[in-house]
């Protein structure tokens, strides 16, 4: 189920039972979202994603990430860390295992 109108592509958080919701700057990354249809959504929370990220370029290998606005990810001390495989910097994208 849905709540807060979460978009396909983005990272989100479990909020509920059942539920997921937008992340908020800074917020822990629990989920990405494929798919929406109606009130529920398909959601990887294991696995090779692939986000875009705003401000400062992530590196490869283990790097603290969390949600930044607009549906992005960010690097955060202190945030947790994933594993990450690939860093583009000419389309601002970060693919790393949830």
Known sequence: MVSGMP???AVCKFNNNN???PC???DAIHGFVENIRGKSAT???R???TATYSG???TVGYCALAAAAANKVKVLSG???YLVVNVNTGNNTVTFLL
Do not use: H
């Open 7 to 9: 978009v396909a592509g």
């Open 19 to 21: 539920l997921i919701a």
């Open 24 to 26: 908020a700057d800074g």
């Open 43 to 45: 959601v990887t929370v």
């Open 47 to 49: 696995g090779f994603v």
């Open 56 to 58: 400062t370029a992530p």
């Open 79 to 81: 945030a947790k860390e």
